[in-house]
């Protein structure tokens, strides 16, 4: 794109560009806080009248980033157009297709002298003395590459970009990451996007914690009213519990009669054993020696050791990487134990732990501890599971239960009762039940007050009453105020989302632009040098900075920033 | 490396010079000028992204340098499906995706082509149609669909959801959402009236959880809703912005000079809040979803579950069993030209004819850079039963520690002769250390000339040697072997260095794969003289008369493998 082009664009259109195009920040606008006036001219083009043409170069692509997976697809698609893997097979040499022959299939890989477990399968990591940026460049760009030539296969325009990135990452990876990006796709445009925040997004939802259990470690990031502002880390994540299934595989194969050579299990097969067999007990196992459980009734309770069950079920893995192939039989119970070991540590007690990892559950409720207690009450209400480990059965259900617990035990602010996330069909009749108890305390206040999150009921005020103030509040909706379940607060429930990218998609699909959006001629002139230090982390600054960018009439930003990468 | 032995590789030197942040490029200058003494590693992790085979480059003559795929820019020319070679207009390909939309699958198990079949007993080609797989036997069967009509198969699958739902369409979803809202607030109004009896007669209909695309969907429309609540609620029509009127600027200051004062915090409900119920995007987790997927894992087992690959290839990633897989719609291909990255001369350009493989410009590196191979010299011993294998040499058995000698040849596609520098570390970096010695590493290679030329002159070339009538071979250093027309090659010492680490440590010092091959940097550099300005597209240019010579220097590294080392 000519820069001449481009100036005689934002003399005639860019103010209007700059005040059109709503940004995230001002999604995130507050009843207290004036809202940004955001026109309807990008909105309309969604309801394909003429003004939707309104900025042509405005199309996007929506790229998501992790250690191990890029996806790449369009906005306003439910799912990305792919999802590739970082794999030493599609890092060889042009021209090697070893990976195709029969024979080396069934050779188990060793990895390299002096990697760690899985580390051939990582596009980078956070550490950077561990990594080579000149390889992070040059895998990402050639996996990149397949992405726009196979799956995109975009005409000529040259896409903006919407970028998913953790949150934190370093500087110099971020400009490895771009310089592939502006410069081998010709990018005019990145906006950069936390993934938690995404999350949020995708999961309906302004305020989370979201757990992003990826793969070299957990994320807990709290995000209130789309803004990041508070997360810890452990490093209890998808390598841990891929090393654990590694180890009882290896345990199980010692077994396996007719093995003469010990052979290692590869890291394939231990992840491909994982994703489709692993599991994780639902329901925390009563540990006398932790004593999650007080002496009051609670489902929780009620789970004891696990049944016996006889015979005792297995599951039989096939092994195609042992010549003949084999196979080998698992108890099923064995195949839950690498997530209790690797993310919930339950043989361990909790001060053997050092900060950066802590079991998921400890670091989830030290989280919401040290959140000031209105976003804690949002936060817990809205926590969202996420990332690669997620998937895994019953995970997100022992999460929940095991936080639960330990909010009974520890508590800050009691919790009130236990299944809130149960089957739709309960709630129905319960709310019909207290339909009636609810008209007799129609005209009650009680309302504003549990809304009021500076003053939150003492716990003993709301007990079991939940329903009937939802129903309440589900009346005064109707009439002026926001639907009932979208201010539930103070209870540990889950909630799902569809996932960064999905969020990413959204966004770019109501053309919202992010805080940090980087743009071209300035990156390659600067690098990330160009962006001002100011942070735009808390709302209020970030409003009122966009003041003045009006007044002045000026069509591009001014300034960009790193945001929550500064 | 699975290239057979013998191989060779060359090296694009473009990673160096692409990079586009200013911060980058000093410490990057400084690097490039180490690397010039430094010996290129074919062993490092950058180097399988930086080696190609000859016939993967390009040749920019602008730039008079190789292109690798890293350093040109692909434009996409047409679409097209590999398997029915259908065209592909790009309106369509921006509105219904990258995939083909006729009847074009691959298996969601083995992605072998699917194909479409009659279940039909008489033999006629009648409904119901299936789709199968010729290789895994997979059918559609298996997840419950079966076609009316054999033709179209992409838009019956489009609206059949396994085991024969429907899958609603966007407006479709759009109206259900509708009705169940219209449904959600009269319940909860009949629920504050005194009359609960018309509650409860859709619940039967919520029973099946959102699929992820009715979320999306339902994400979407709330989204929607919400800028569209907030925009309304400003005092501009969405048609007639005009930042630089007075007045509109003066209104949107009196906006912003709200920020503190507490005149509007009650005066309208916050319309943007977070989606409230399923319809509008939210889904509560719920535990039944979990047992539900244990508990089939543990009945079924393995069989009934999906590889990693298996689910990243899924529109829909997100799927575990093998029930909810569904047929991949094959991808789209494209005929692209390619430009050099730096100057943008075209490089290649494909006919647009689908069918057709042929280029209406390609410029190849094989027509401007030598091609540099390496065989066995079938030397020792010389007796001439032994002569007959040179062409079994097993390249998979080099013996560590005993001389061997090889011929590296080097053939000249210009016109003009050339003169080369070859240049090599005496041992090869990594693990296995071999030495290596280029008997004569400075030599001149003919120039391209004529076909009829050689035939005529070949009779009478030079030198002849190395053929069995003339018994023992001799080596000399500072020689070369053997020159054809527009070829020469010259003798390499090569002595195998030992796999096993000699008593070096008592570590672990198990070879990983690959490093037992023998392969070889060579660095080569030619120089020529040919017509200054004349370029081989022929252009007429007034620049430097008729005649002149212009100097030219061209220099880079490759790879020779030469084969696998044995172990002691
Ligand atoms: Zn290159
Ligand atoms: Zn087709
Ligand atoms: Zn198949
Ligand atoms: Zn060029």
Same mark, same amino acid.
């Given at each position: 794109m000519s820069s001449s082009g481009e100036r005689k664009v934002s003399a005639s259109l860019g103010r209007s560009v700059r005040g059109t195009t709503p940004r995230l920040a001002d999604l995130a606008s507050t009843p207290e806080a004036p809202r940004t006036p955001t026109l309807g001219r990008s909105v309309s083009s969604l309801f394909g009248s003429p003004g939707g043409s309104f900025r042509t170069e405005d199309e996007y692509v929506v790229i998501e980033l992790g250690s191990r997976y890029v996806r790449g697809g369009f906005p306003g698609e439910s799912t990305p157009r792919c999802t590739l893997s970082y794999d030493p097979d599609n890092q060889r040499r042009v021209g090697d297709y070893r990976q195709w022959d029969p024979e080396y299939g069934q050779k188990r890989r060793k990895p390299k002298r002096g990697q760690d477990w899985g580390q051939e399968f990582e596009l980078y990591r956070m550490d950077l003395s561990q990594v080579d940026l000149g390889v992070v460049e040059d895998k990402f760009e050639r996996i990149m590459r397949e992405v726009y030539?196979?799956?995109?296969?975009?005409?000529t325009k040259p896409r903006r970009i919407l970028l998913a990135l953790p949150p934190k990452m370093p500087h110099a990876l971020m400009s490895t990451l771009l310089d592939v990006l502006f410069g081998g796709f010709l990018a005019p445009s990145i906006t950069l996007m936390s993934s938690p925040v995404l999350s949020t997004v995708a999961a309906g939802l302004r305020s989370a914690l979201v757990v992003d259990i990826g793969w070299a470690e957990t994320l807990v990031t709290a995000v209130c009213e789309y803004r990041e502002v508070h997360e810890q880390r452990t490093v209890r994540a998808g390598k841990l519990l891929s090393e654990e299934m590694a180890k009882v595989l290896n345990a199980a194969l010692d077994e396996h009669a007719g093995y003469q050579e010990f052979d290692d299990i590869s890291f394939k097969e231990a992840e491909e054993v994982l994703s489709r067999v692993g599991w994780c007990k639902s329901k925390p196992r009563s540990n006398r020696r932790t004593l999650y459980f007080p002496a009051r009734t609670s489902p929780i309770l009620e789970e004891f050791e696990d049944a016996v069950e006889t015979p005792e079920p297995t599951v039989t893995i096939p092994l195609s990487k042992v010549s003949p192939p084999s196979e080998i039989a698992i108890p099923f119970a064995t195949l839950a134990k690498p997530a209790d070991n690797a993310?919930? /540590?339950?043989?361990? /007690?909790?001060?053997?732990?050092d900060d950066h990892e802590l079991p998921l559950h400890h670091l989830i409720y030290r989280a919401l501890l040290s959140l000031p207690m209105d976003v804690r009450r949002l936060c817990m209400s809205r926590i969202i599971i996420t990332g690669g480990v997620a998937a895994l059965p019953g995970l997100k259900s022992r999460i929940l239960a095991e936080l639960e617990a330990l909010v009974h035990t520890k508590g800050w602010d009691p919790v009130r009762n236990y299944g809130t996330a149960s089957a739709r069909h309960d709630h129905i009749l319960r709310q019909q039940k207290e339909a009636v108890e609810l008209r007799r305390q129609e005209g009650d206040d009680k309302i504003s007050e549990s809304l009021d999150p500076d003053n939150p009921l003492p716990a003993g005020l709301r007990g079991h009453e939940e329903d009937t103030i939802d129903a309440k509040l589900a009346h005064v909706a109707l009439r002026n105020g926001p639907p009932p379940a979208s201010v539930v607060g103070g209870i540990v429930r889950g909630v799902e989302t569809l996932g960064a990218w999905a969020g990413a998609s959204l966004v770019a699909q109501q053309r919202i632009r992010g805080i940090v959006e980087i743009d071209r001629e300035r990156y390659l002139q600067h690098g990330l040098q160009g962006a001002s230090k100011e942070k735009e982390v808390s709302v209020v600054p970030q409003r009122q900075s966009m003041g003045p960018g009006v007044a002045r009439g000026a069509g591009e930003r001014a300034s960009w920033t790193l945001g929550v990468w500064a | 490396m699975a290239q057979p032995f013998p191989y060779t590789y060359y090296a694009c030197d473009c990673y160096d010079g692409n990079n586009t942040s200013s911060t980058k490029r000093a410490s990057q200058l400084l690097q490039e000028a180490e690397e010039e003494e430094r010996t290129f590693d074919p062993r490092s992790p950058r180097a399988n992204y930086s080696l190609y085979p000859l016939e993967h480059l390009l040749y920019c003559e602008d730039c008079q340098q190789v292109r690798c795929p890293r350093c040109i820019i692909e434009e996409t020319l047409n679409w097209y499906c590999p398997s029915c070679l259908f065209e592909v207009p790009s309106s369509v390909v921006k509105s219904?995706?990258?995939?083909?939309?006729?009847s074009c699958f691959s298996c969601p198990l083995c992605t072998s082509n699917l194909q479409t079949y009659s279940l039909d007993q008489t033999g006629e080609s009648a409904p119901p149609f299936i789709l199968e797989c010729q290789y895994c036997r997979w059918s559609s069967l298996e997840i419950g669909i079966e076609f009316e009509k054999g033709q179209g198969i992409a838009a019956q699958l489009a609206r059949l959801g396994n085991g024969g739902k429907h899958i609603p369409t966007n407006k479709e979803r759009d109206k259900e959402r509708e009705r169940r809202r219209e449904v959600e607030m009269r319940k909860s109004r009949d629920l504050l009236s005194p009359s609960t009896e018309s509650t409860n007669t859709d619940t039967e209909r919520d029973d099946r959880p959102p699929s992820h695309d009715d979320l999306f969907s339902n994400l979407t429309a709330f989204y929607k809703s919400q800028v569209d609540t907030q925009t309304p609620s400003n005092p501009f029509s969405s048609h007639d912005i005009n930042f630089s009127s007075p007045s509109a600027y003066s209104r949107i200051m009196n906006l912003y000079s709200t920020t503190g004062s507490k005149k509007n915090k009650r005066s309208k409900p916050s319309a943007m809040r977070e989606a409230a119920s399923s319809l509008e995007g939210l889904t509560i987790h719920d535990p039944i979803s979990d047992a539900a997927a244990i508990e089939r894992i543990k009945r079924?087992?393995?069989?009934?579950t999906l590889s990693p690959a298996q689910k990243h290839a899924q529109i829909n990633p997100n799927v575990r069993f093998t029930d909810e897989i569904r047929p991949l719609a094959t991808l789209l291909c494209t005929k692209r030209s390619k430009r050099?990255?730096?100057?943008?001369?075209?490089l290649t350009k494909p006919e647009s004819k689908i069918t057709s493989t042929r280029y209406k410009i390609k410029l190849l590196a094989l027509n401007h850079i030598p091609r540099l191979s390496i065989r066995a010299l079938n030397a020792s011993p010389p007796t001439p039963v032994a002569s007959r294998t040179a062409e079994t040499f097993d390249y998979n058995a080099l013996k560590p520690g005993i001389p061997a000698h090889f011929l590296l040849h080097l053939s000249n596609p210009l016109f003009d002769s050339i003169k080369v520098t070859l240049a090599t570390p005496s041992t090869t970096p990594g693990k296995v250390h071999s030495r290596v010695t280029i008997l004569c590493p400075q030599f001149d290679v003919g120039a391209n000339t004529d076909i009829w030329d050689d035939a005529l002159s070949s009779s009478l070339s030079p030198i002849k040697r190395g053929s069995v009538s003339e018994g023992p071979a001799q080596i000399e250093a500072g020689k070369i072997w053997d020159r054809g027309r527009n070829w020469t090659s010259v003798a390499v010492e090569i002595v195998p260095g030992f796999t096993n680490s000699q008593g070096s440590g008592s570590e672990e010092q198990e070879l990983e794969e690959d490093e037992d091959v023998l392969e070889i940097p060579i660095f080569v550099r030619i120089e020529y003289e040919t017509d200054a300005g004349a370029d081989d597209r022929g252009l007429g240019d007034s620049r430097g008369s008729k005649g002149e010579k212009e100097r030219r220097e061209e220099a880079f590294w490759t790879v020779v493998g030469v084969g696998r080392i044995k172990g002691a």
């Open positions: 030539n196979t799956y995109f296969v975009l005409d993310l919930f /540590a339950t043989e361990t /007690a909790l001060n053997e732990f | 219904d995706g990258n995939r083909c939309t006729r079924e087992g393995w069989g009934v050099c990255r730096s100057c943008r001369q075209i």
